[in-house]
T-cell receptor
Framework: DAKTTQPPSMDCAEGRAANLPCNHS???????VYWYRQIHSQGPQYIIH???NNETNEMASLIITEDRKSSTLILPHATLRDTAVYYC??????????????FGQGTILTVHP | EAGVTQFPSHSVIEKGQTVTLRCDPI?????LYWYRRVMGKEIKFLLH????????ESGMPNNRFLAERTGGTYSTLKVQPAELEDSGVYFC?????????????FGQGTRLTVV
């Protein structure tokens, strides 16, 4: 399984963009990059995912480098409610183990006023 | 629409006892996953059901853990006998039966404490 590495913590001012990096240098061709977050003691919450192209939804944008070895999750206007642990994960999209998420330590994002 | 629900939310048991965790996935979701986080560690995959069949149980730590999904609806995860190192938060997730572009919906988790 591909491994992911993320910075342990980051700070962001409310209203500013939060850019969370993730390295996944051993990702294989058919593995997607997924981002989830965990707010306090809740279960992980899906944010966004992508394969090769950049993606955007109502929550965030995902920028994947051309070599796919790293990606950045962008929260365009962070709010205090975005304070959470953010996980970058890779998902095997083929074979029998599809949907199996591999979580790393995650990044604790703290949004401050 | 109800999300993924897990029961109980907390469980405290003594070493050697048996505990059964339950997960009710979102209706119509054929994929069901169990994960857990033990203290200070990462969230780890345990197993994956497709309907009532075990698709991948490579993450199950040992034979003290038994997962079932009768009828392809809710799932149970039994730990028997429980050991101290089984303490942690057990998450269940479900997704639709498509191989690609699936987002998983997680439950709130069951916090298991073995004393």
């Amino acid at each position: 399984d591909a491994k992911t590495t993320q910075p342990p913590s980051m700070d962001c001012a409310e209203g500013r963009a939060a850019n969370l990096p993730c390295n996944h240098s051993t990702i294989s061709g058919n593995e997607y990059v997924y981002w989830y977050r965990q707010i306090h003691s809740q279960g992980p919450q899906y944010i966004i995912h992508g394969l090769k192209n950049n993606e955007t939804n109502e929550m965030a944008s995902l920028i994947i480098t051309e070599d796919r070895k790293s990606s950045t999750l962008i929260l365009p206007h962070a709010t205090l409610r975005d304070t959470a642990v953010y996980y970058c994960s890779v998902e095997w999209a083929g074979g029998t183990s599809y949907g199996k998420l591999t979580f790393g330590q995650g990044t604790i994002l703290t949004v401050h006023p | 629409e109800a999300g993924v629900t897990q029961f109980p939310s907390h469980s405290v048991i003594e070493k050697g006892q048996t505990v059964t965790l339950r997960c009710d996935p979102i209706s119509g979701h054929d994929n069901l996953y169990w994960y857990r986080r033990v203290m200070g560690k990462e969230i780890k995959f345990l197993l994956h059901f497709v309907k009532e069949s075990k698709q991948d149980e490579s993450g199950m730590p040992n034979n003290r853990f038994l997962a079932e999904r009768t009828g392809g609806t809710y799932s149970t995860l039994k730990v028997q006998p429980a050991e101290l190192e089984d303490s942690g938060v057990y998450f269940c997730a479900s997704s639709q039966l498509t191989r690609l572009n699936t987002e998983a919906f997680f439950g709130q988790g069951t916090r298991l404490t073995v004393v």
